[in-house]
């Protein structure tokens, strides 16, 4: 049986609240344990551990992954991060064969490990919540195929669109975003354990072995740059960060859209609250605040940018800096995408409001210009021809009677487009009539289809690291 050690006592000194990352870094606890159990595999197999002690260490590591889940575990302020926590923890339960896990490993390398399992669980849930509201957008526009509405430039009405052309607008964006999370994930799919604190290890390790048992593609190509790089995490920062502007971009139409001026949202009580003074008013607090969290995952990026734009290789105590923000903006996108995937599914459109923009005669004015370039008008004489014809009308866009100032030469029966049908002519691919939107929503649902599946090949990587938690079955 083997004999518990005394925990150590660490003498504090005026910087150690300084240098203690504890708060933040805790996080990693259960992925530093998953890569302990890895790596004193490895070291069984190449002969530093015995088989007795590569058991011994197994069995502590899992008892304390089992005290994290349990809340039990006594986390000690005075060690100044989790890789100590977990270390000294292990060597009171297990011995002095406690101070054999750290055996050809750094922390250098250890914490750049963790970050790898800890995006790798972070992207999927994200990419897995960005999907889902994703999904929803694409179940509205279903329901929205014949729904006209007034299309927008510089905030002032331009063309015809439907509702559901709007709405998947949204929804290529965030399927932009998934995929780009999943590149993320891929790319950063690189174990860097046995890169040590720069430069490996005289022992004779296999940083394959243990790239392979955390489902890793590969181990890391320069040791140097293995515990230096935190490319992965401004990937991260970045990915949300654009994440958080398409979801910002939303939220303002939903402000917008519920106000009085537009009209084209009714509000509910998902959307907002009243106001403390005025009894007539329903404010959209959460679309304003989705709007207004994307300041805080933007100066995320930044801070990350700014901390690694002066370091030289190899490791650099700044580097402790990294989590703070990815965490933050991880936080923060996490809690807005919570916020729009409860309240897309209840959205009150106001379709009549709608439709009566939809059916304003100036929108159609580009739709008479390209009439006219049928007819083998040169289309910056016809835009002209247009153009001078809403001046004359008072800034109106009225159908001339057979053509009158608009087509000279050309027979009142050429005139063929009906005003009062506003997405009649709009059939080009990816364009807002409803044949062409019923082809998008095919070729979304065939999108949606490959990331569901990526995200399922990514959530088995993630439960790796569980099932090396878990007890061996007796």
């Not at 890793?216 to 654009?242: C, G, K, M, Q």
């Not at 729009?340 to 304003?360: C, G, H, K, W, Y």
């Amino acid at each position: 049986m083997t004999t518990p050690t005394p925990a150590p006592v660490y003498v504090r000194t005026p910087a150690h609240g300084f240098l203690n990352s504890l708060s933040v870094d805790r996080v990693l606890a259960r992925y530093d344990l998953a890569g302990s159990i890895a790596h004193a595999e490895m070291l069984g197999h190449v002969g530093i551990l015995s088989a007795s002690e590569v058991e011994t260490l197994r069995g502590g590591l899992r008892r304390i992954a089992r005290e994290l889940a349990q809340g039990s575990f006594d986390w000690r302020e005075d060690l100044e991060d989790v890789h100590t926590n977990m270390e000294v923890r292990l060597t009171e339960l297990v011995g002095s064969v406690g101070g054999k896990i750290h055996s050809a490993r750094s922390r250098n390398d250890q914490v750049a490990l963790d970050e790898r399992l800890f995006l790798r669980a972070a992207i999927h849930s994200v990419a897995q919540r960005t999907h889902e509201l994703a999904s929803k957008l694409l179940e509205r526009a279903r329901q929205e195929i014949e729904t006209p509405m007034a299309g927008y430039t510089h905030l002032q009405r331009a063309q015809p669109v439907t509702l559901a052309h709007h709405l998947l607008a949204h929804f290529w964006r965030l399927q932009r975003d998934v995929d780009r999370l999943l590149a993320t994930a891929a790319r950063s799919n690189v174990s860097p354990l046995g890169a040590g604190a720069l430069a490996g290890s005289t022992l004779p390790i296999e940083p394959d072995r243990v790239a392979r048992r955390l489902g890793f593609d590969h181990p890391f190509e320069n040791s140097l740059d293995a515990v230096s790089d935190r490319d992965a995490f401004v990937e991260l920062a970045f990915d949300l960060a654009l994440l958080s502007v398409h979801l910002s971009s939303m939220g303002e139409e939903l402000v917008l859209w519920a106000s009085t001026e537009f009209g084209y949202l009714r509000a509910s009580p998902g959307l907002g609250s009243g106001s403390s003074l005025m009894p007539q008013k329903r404010n959209p607090d959460v679309a304003e605040l989705v709007r207004g969290k994307a300041g805080r995952t933007i100066g995320d990026l930044l801070a990350l940018l700014v901390t690694l734009k002066g370091l030289p290789l190899a490791y650099n105590r700044d580097l402790q800096e990294d989590k703070a923000p990815v965490l933050d903006a991880l936080s923060t996108t996490e809690a807005t995408l919570a916020a729009l995937n409860s309240i897309v599914p209840d959205l009150q459109f106001e379709r009549e409001r709608m439709r009566e923009t939809a059916t304003d005669p100036a929108l159609r004015a580009t739709d008479a210009a390209e009439h006219l370039v049928r007819h083998g008008v040169p289309f910056r004489e016809a835009h002209d021809r247009v153009a001078a014809h809403i001046a004359a009308h008072g800034g109106r866009f009225d159908r001339p009677e057979g053509g009158a100032g608009l087509e000279p030469g050309l027979s009142a029966a050429a005139w063929t487009f009906d005003p009062s049908d506003p997405l009649a002519d709009r059939l080009s691919p990816g364009g807002p009539a409803p044949v062409a939107v019923r082809r998008q929503i095919e070729l979304a649902d065939a999108r949606m289809r490959i990331a569901q599946s990526s995200l399922s090949s990514l959530g088995r990587l993630t439960g790796l690291i569980e099932e090396l938690l878990q007890e061996e079955p007796k």
